[in-house]
């Protein structure tokens, strides 16, 4: 079962278009690892900025697929990139000031800075959330946070969510009334801006996992920060991974092999390609590779007035 997305998850509306070409069940399917996954479009919504697929799974199967990733594969010495900034901003407030990580895992943002800050999570998995616990997070459920049994906080960390969410508007107003007046929301999550291929966005190694569902750009981040009587008051652009050099370049020219065999088989520059064995073969890829290591995350960090 397929499931079209009729309205815009961010605002609702109806007034969004086509960003570029589609991607066939087979290969969205092949891309992501996972069987099952729908053919889909991106659409971009003119009103809010939001770049979101135009067909998913239902959402009991998004959560079950969800449910079966391995969180080990999130723990990283040193953690990523977007963790140390949001960590960074973190250690600049006062001791004793209250924290909550929404889709906490296994505690890895929070994990440091627990005899600074009181830290809370909230983590539907079971086995991350022990982990979490036993870091010196006090878990607690979404429940609980709906029914202002705890509240007040200073500040509130919504890390590798947003893209998951099929209503984003919905839980950010819930965490922004958690919120004290003048505390902090911290968004991160893929910067659609990024993306260079806009003619084949749907291709982009952020939107293959099936349970990612949208992305925002630069106009999705005013629009919210509207919606939400609040300010941006720092926006970061950086990559989710730590690459090395050789990593970067050797990720730049397999897209540009790939994009360029798509966008002009006979010309010469794809003739000298074929000459080269290393390029040579994205000819025959059925999707576009992965480019991790360019700016193509968000960390956002919100000001409620």
Request: glycine share 8%.
């Amino acid at each position: 079962m397929v499931c079209e997305v009729g309205v815009c998850p961010g605002c609702g509306g109806d007034n969004f278009s086509i960003a570029g070409s589609a991607v066939a069940a087979s290969d969205a399917a092949s891309a992501a690892n996972v069987s099952g996954q729908s053919a889909f479009s991106i659409q971009y919504c003119a009103d809010c900025g939001l770049y979101f697929k135009s067909h998913t799974l239902p959402l009991r199967e998004l959560g079950a697929h969800a449910a079966r990733r391995e969180f080990g594969a999130y723990e990283v010495d040193g953690n990523f990139p977007t963790d140390r900034i949001v960590q960074r901003v973190l250690r600049r407030l006062p001791a004793g000031h209250k924290i909550l990580d929404f889709g906490c895992n296994t505690g890895r943002i929070l994990k440091g800075l627990t005899t600074h800050l009181r830290c809370f999570g909230i983590e539907v998995n079971e086995a991350a959330a022990a982990i979490a616990r036993d870091r010196g997070i006090q878990l607690i459920t979404e429940e609980q946070l709906r029914a202002g049994e705890i509240c007040e906080f200073d500040a509130i960390i919504l890390a590798d969510v947003y893209e998951h969410l099929p209503q984003p508007l919905e839980l950010l107003t819930q965490l922004f009334g958690a919120l004290k007046p003048g505390g902090q929301l911290a968004i991160v999550t893929g910067n659609a801006d990024a993306i260079r291929t806009r003619d084949r966005m749907a291709e982009y190694w952020y939107f293959g996992p099936p349970e990612h569902l949208l992305m925002m750009g630069e106009k999705h981040v005013r629009w919210l920060a509207d919606r939400l009587d609040a300010s941006a008051i720092e926006l970061h652009r950086c990559s989710h991974y730590d690459a090395t050099v050789a990593l970067r370049l050797k990720q730049r020219l397999q897209s540009y092999a790939y994009h360029e065999f798509r966008r002009n088989p006979r010309g010469a520059i794809s003739r000298m390609l074929r000459l080269t064995p290393l390029f040579a073969r994205a000819e025959k890829w059925t999707n576009a590779p992965c480019v991790s290591s360019s700016a193509d995350h968000f960390v956002v960090f919100f000001r409620k007035h």
